[in-house]
């Protein structure tokens, strides 16, 4: 009797949650900003609030154009997502932003705040731009932020940029989150052979010199095209090709090179129409789903018919018992039971 009542409990609760989910999501569409930020927080927060909202949203989304920033430490890149919001609502283009932030060890929140650079867009509401928190989370970004820009998209943005946290090497990340991944650096610092360690000029799609009021940042922009010439050979069997990205300069405190970067962006936007699904895309999709996949995975092999179960192989496996192999096969068929 017991159990059966903690189970309606649960059930009710959980049929609570999904109908608060249906409410933030509906008010979402119908552009409630107050709604959004409250569906960015429970996605955020990885609540099921979030997962029954998302059920809703996603079909509508896969219309704005996603943008990574990402760069290393001091490159420009909230000044340069600044200037291009800037540039994007002359044109009439509305324009939300998540930037990832290093995360505070006391709170666990977003530790920068891009906002407070980006203030002078707070009255605008074609404009959207919330911190995320890392939360430790290798790449750059925070493991819940393909889930917030997927929200952002539905939410009806043209543009959604995803600025990355710039801690360097593990930046490469946000190219599965993005349609175009824009590459930032900064001239006479030596960032361009750090880019090409960390892999990143790879996944770039356009690279921007920024601060090319410098001196020395035309010389960088011609190493970088140079570089990226020599390191991009012919496509050699099925082997996919290298990318040739673009290199621009741009000024962003000054908005020079701006526009020329947007237009970079929209030949990428219309070359990329005809293809809904492409490779950026599919990439995306697969990384959601794994993910998704892997947590539940996680969830199930310690709820609380199998937590016993799982303790015991873990167990063994420590105790050198049986290999990680065969302690895997078991917990997968554990979890596969009907």
């Not at 192989?313 to 105790?319: F, H, P, S």
Request: proline residues 4%; neutral net charge.
């Amino acid at each position: 009797m017991g159990r059966r009542a903690t189970d309606q409990r649960r059930a009710e609760r959980s049929a609570e949650l999904a109908r608060r989910g249906t409410e933030l999501a509906d008010a979402t569409l119908r552009g409630d900003r107050r709604a959004l930020a409250r569906l960015l927080t429970a996605v955020e927060d990885r609540s099921p609030v979030a997962e029954s909202a998302m059920r809703r949203l996603y079909r509508k989304a896969g219309r704005a154009q996603l943008v990574g920033i990402t760069g290393p430490p001091g490159s420009g890149k909230s000044t340069l997502v600044s200037a291009l919001i800037g540039q994007l609502r002359g044109a009439g283009r509305s324009v939300a932003v998540v930037a990832v932030d290093p995360s505070s060890p006391i709170t666990g929140g977003a530790l920068l705040g891009d906002r407070v650079r980006m203030q002078s867009y707070a009255g605008d509401r074609d404009v959207f731009i919330r911190s995320m928190a890392a939360r430790g989370h290798a790449g750059g970004l925070a493991s819940t932020t393909g889930a917030a820009v997927a929200v952002l998209d539905a939410a009806g943005f043209d543009h959604v940029f995803i600025e990355t946290v710039g801690t360097g090497q593990s930046e490469v990340e946000v190219a599965a989150a993005a349609d175009t991944t824009v590459v930032l650096e900064a001239p006479e610092m030596g960032d361009e052979v750090q880019a090409i360690k960390a892999g990143l000029l790879e996944v770039a799609d356009i690279v921007v010199v920024n601060k090319g009021d410098r001196p020395g940042a035309l010389r960088t922009a011609s190493q970088l095209r140079a570089m990226l010439s020599a390191a991009a050979p012919a496509a050699i069997d099925d082997r996919p090709r290298p990318k040739r990205p673009e290199v621009l300069v741009t000024t962003a405190t000054t908005g020079e090179g701006v526009p020329e970067l947007v237009a970079a962006l929209e030949r990428r936007r219309d070359a990329g129409a005809a293809g809904s699904a492409g490779p950026a895309r599919l990439a995306r999709a697969e990384a959601q789903v794994w993910a998704i996949a892997t947590e539940r995975l996680r969830a199930r092999l310690h709820d609380r018919d199998h937590r016993d179960a799982t303790e015991a192989t873990l167990r063994q496996v420590a105790d050198h018992e049986i290999d990680p192999y065969a302690g895997a096969d078991r917990l997968l068929g554990e979890a596969t039971e009907t």
